[in-house]
């Protein structure tokens, strides 16, 4: 089977029939080359409904959990994005087609490598690959209408929020180490409101404002 026909099938079998009905979501992820961000190991799992390893103790998130974590983030084309863990890239690509620009950071030098070494043989435009503690965000850049955290901390990094502008969103998975709660919370006036999105199971967010180190 051709690799776009099985990401149609994934996105059917996987996404919409478990209630993720976002069409801008869905066609990004049609249209995003999954199988070019898996290590080759990997290549015949590409499509599978599952998280798998990548390099430095990390994983490019299941299918399931990339649709709904960027449906939450609730996209627009105009929105600039502060995407906090790039990993692989994958979910980097997928926001790159659905907003205006997107702001990556990887603490991983050679994540972040790897990552934008693949989006731009993509052709993936409006991104910007840094390295760094992401716990942190990156104020120069700020304020983001949105942001993505792809790591879990006990409690939402400050700095996120004070880098959210007023009427932003941040979706992340939120909670101890291997038992985590996906929220998405809101910015309105100085004030958070968060919504919850059922449970998920993350690698931590390492940083000055997350983990202090692998626990």
Do not use: N
């Amino acid at each position: 089977m051709h690799w776009s026909d099985q990401r149609r099938r994934m996105v059917d079998d996987q996404l919409r029939r478990r209630g993720i009905t976002d069409s801008r979501v869905l066609a990004a992820m049609v249209d995003v080359p999954r199988e070019r961000f898996v290590p080759p190991e990997q290549i015949d799992r590409a499509c599978a409904d599952r998280a798998l390893p990548i390099a430095c103790e990390q994983t490019i998130s299941q299918p399931l959990i990339v649709a709904l974590m960027t449906e939450a983030l609730q996209l627009s084309d105009q929105y600039r994005v502060l995407e906090i863990g790039t990993g692989s890239g994958y979910q980097t690509a997928v926001l790159s087609r659905l907003a205006a620009e997107v702001t990556t950071i990887e603490r991983h030098s050679e994540l972040s490598r790897s990552a934008e070494k693949i989006l731009r043989e993509l052709g993936c435009e409006k991104i910007t690959c840094l390295v760094g503690d992401g716990s942190l965000g990156w104020p120069d850049g700020a304020p983001y209408d949105r942001i993505m955290v792809t790591a879990a901390a006990e409690q939402v990094p400050p700095a996120l929020i004070a880098q959210l502008t007023d009427g932003g969103r941040l979706v992340m998975p939120v909670g101890p180490y291997g038992d985590q709660m996906l929220q998405a919370i809101d910015k309105h006036a100085g004030r958070t409101q968060v919504t919850t999105h059922g449970r998920c199971r993350f690698v931590p967010l390492i940083g000055e404002q997350g983990w202090p180190g692998e626990p």
